[in-house]
Every structure is written in structure tokens, then in C-alpha cells.
């Protein structure tokens, strides 16, 4: 059992920054592939980034791709997501998830977050 809790969201202008904690339960965090979803008011959740659990791999959809940053610190159970340059299209609830097998289909979600740019 992963239990998954995020932190870090808020109300950024557009162009400013955030930076995503999820922290983890369990002995196996190191073993999961860890990634972020978010999901906008009327939408479907959609993929934000992975990080594989060896840190060898990372993943961005085209929309953050540049701008975000994924990273894992195995050692405190800790994934991030650091957010530059953001954009009021970036507003969402942003969502940790953690995946024994292929990030797509993730066996553990955190709570969410909201995260809020302002033009």
C-alpha cells in the first residue's frame, strides 16, 4: 500500500513559479514509477510528467515540455514537480500518482492540489 499526499499549490501570476511536493508512505516508494496528472475544471485529467523509479527516464506532455521539471528523492519518499514560466491555461488540480507497472494506468492517487495562475 503507497499512500500519496501533494502540497505546494496556490495562486502564482502567470510567468512565476511553483514548485509540487507528493510525499510517499511505504516501504517500496523506490519501486514505483511516480507521476503527475492534472485536471482543469471541465476536462479530463491529463498526463503532466513521469520519472521511472531509477531516475534513468523522464516524461512530459508537449504543453509543459521546457517549462516543468519532474524529480524524485528516494531517500525521503519524495516526488516534485517544479513549475517555471506558467501560464493561466496551467490552472488545474494537479494530482500525484505512483504506478508498479506503466505510469498510464497508476495503482495509487494522491488527494490533489490546486494550483491557480492569474493573467
Known amino acids: 500500500q503507497v499512500q500519496l499526499a501533494e502540497s505546494g499549490g496556490g495562486l502564482v501570476q502567470a510567468g512565476g513559479s511553483l514548485r509540487l511536493s507528493c510525499a510517499a508512505s511505504?516501504?517500496?516508494?523506490?519501486?514505483?514509477?511516480m507521476g503527475w496528472f492534472r485536471q482543469a475544471p471541465g476536462k479530463e485529467r491529463e498526463f503532466v510528467a513521469a520519472?521511472?523509479?531509477?531516475?534513468?527516464?523522464?516524461s512530459y506532455a508537449d504543453s509543459v515540455k521546457g517549462r516543468f521539471t519532474i524529480s524524485r528523492d528516494n531517500a525521503k519518499n519524495t516526488v516534485y514537480l517544479q513549475m517555471n514560466s506558467l501560464k493561466p491555461e496551467d490552472t488545474a488540480v494537479y494530482y500525484c500518482?505512483?504506478?508498479?507497472?506503466?505510469?498510464?494506468?497508476?495503482?495509487?492517487w494522491g488527494q490533489g492540489t490546486q494550483v491557480t495562475v492569474s493573467s
Open positions: 500518482a505512483a504506478a508498479s507497472t506503466a505510469i498510464a494506468t497508476p495503482d495509487y
Open positions: 511505504g516501504r517500496i516508494f523506490s519501486r514505483y514509477a
Open positions: 520519472i521511472t523509479w531509477s531516475v534513468l527516464s523522464t
